[in-house]
């Protein structure tokens, strides 16, 4: 089992959809979870982190985390064509310093 | 500007020959890690180091050393580059205090083994 899996894609949303994006992680001392957004030839950006249980909202875009279930989602309301990207998932455990996991990435298209 | 450079951007080189991927930050962060990017299977970590001279292994060290002499720099070197090497490279640095420790990626380098 990948310590970091994501739902296979590619996922296509119509514009103004809700996009879920999904991530299970094999290590349970995770504490840290990342989204990062990668668009065709840049380097990932960072888009939303999330420590607790629970949801957390940043504009369009809400992380929710359930550590029991060792799952961490990401929602994109409104859905654009400019949301068009590969998302990564990375998780880092409890005293990795700077070991950082990435999932194999989900790619999203929004048609408009 | 708070940047991450990589240098190549593109390299194309021959098996055996070896060569060296610097990686500079001006954001005085602790943290810095190389990963590959290969189709399906995501960003690897390679190296990371958590201070200067402090470097540890990630995911798929094998072929491949790091330094870190200075706190900005951390290179990659191929020592014998081989065509299972070809992928796209990324270094990335982050503060390593503090939540969240957002990692800071350059632009890449792609390189080709032949």
């Known amino acids: 089992q990948k310590e970091v899996e994501q739902n296979s894609g590619p996922l296509s949303v119509p514009e103004g959809a809700i996009a879920s994006l999904n991530c299970t992680y094999s290590?349970?001392?995770?504490?840290?979870f990342f989204w990062y957004r990668q668009y065709s030839g840049k380097s990932p950006e960072l888009i939303m982190f999330?420590?607790?249980?629970g949801d957390k909202e940043d504009g369009r875009f809400t992380a929710q985390l359930n550590k029991a279930s060792q799952y961490v989602s990401l929602l994109i309301r409104d859905s654009q064509p400019s949301d068009s990207a590969t998302y990564l998932c990375a998780v880092k455990g409890y005293n990795q310093g700077g070991k950082l996991i990435f999932g194999q990435g989900t790619e999203l298209s929004v048609k408009p | 500007e708070a940047q991450v450079t990589q240098n190549p951007r593109y390299l194309i080189t021959v098996t055996g020959k070896k060569l060296t991927v610097t990686c500079s930050q001006n954001m005085n962060h602790e943290y810095m890690s190389w990963y590959r990017q290969d189709p399906g299977l995501g960003l690897r970590q390679i190296y990371y180091s958590m201070n200067v001279e402090v470097t540890d292994k990630g995911d798929v060290p094998e072929g491949y050393k790091v330094s870190r002499k200075e706190k900005r720099n951390f290179p990659l070197i191929l020592e014998s580059p081989s065509p299972n090497q070809t992928s796209l490279y990324f270094c990335?640095?982050?503060?390593?205090?503090?939540?969240?420790?957002?990692?800071?990626f350059g632009p890449g380098t792609r390189l080709t083994v032949l």
């Open positions: 999330i420590y607790s249980n």
């Open positions: 290590d349970r001392g995770s504490q840290s």
């Open positions: 990335a640095s982050s503060p390593g205090r503090g939540r969240p420790d957002t990692q800071y």
